[in-house]
Nanobody, 124 residues
């Protein structure tokens, strides 16, 4: 059974940093694409970043490119999202998601597995 556990959120002043973690069980990162999404209050869930199976390729939403970094630690079976220079508009619940057999995509419906969210708050 695939399970994802997101953690690392918190309250940080604008300009600060957080490292979000997505600990996985029941899968190998060599075979799964992992995405990070976020959802502020409202129905829309927005794409943040993605890393392909084996960590070969990474992709970022334009709003976070240059500030956020996605990476994989296979020894810990964990995907990280390093968030730097946080802005008030980054305030959201952040989710990690996994799917086998897909390329990186911002279309959240194709991801098979989701972790619970972790709240990131960066007040103005």
């Amino acid at each position: 059974e695939v399970q994802l556990q997101a953690s690392g959120g918190g309250l940080v002043q604008a300009g600060g940093s957080l490292r979000l973690s997505c600990a996985a069980s029941g899968l190998s990162f060599d075979d799964y694409t992992i995405g990070w999404f976020r959802q502020a209050p409202g129905p829309e869930r927005g794409y943040v970043a993605c890393i392909t199976g084996g960590g070969g390729h990474t992709y970022y939403a334009g709003s976070v490119k240059g500030r956020f970094t996605i990476s994989v630690d296979n020894s810990e079976n964990t995907v990280y999202l390093q968030t730097n220079n946080l802005k008030p508009e980054d305030t959201s619940v952040y989710y990690c998601a996994a799917s086998q057999g897909i390329a990186c995509t911002d279309y959240d419906k194709v991801y098979q597995y989701w972790g619970q969210g972790t709240q990131v708050t960066s007040p103005a």
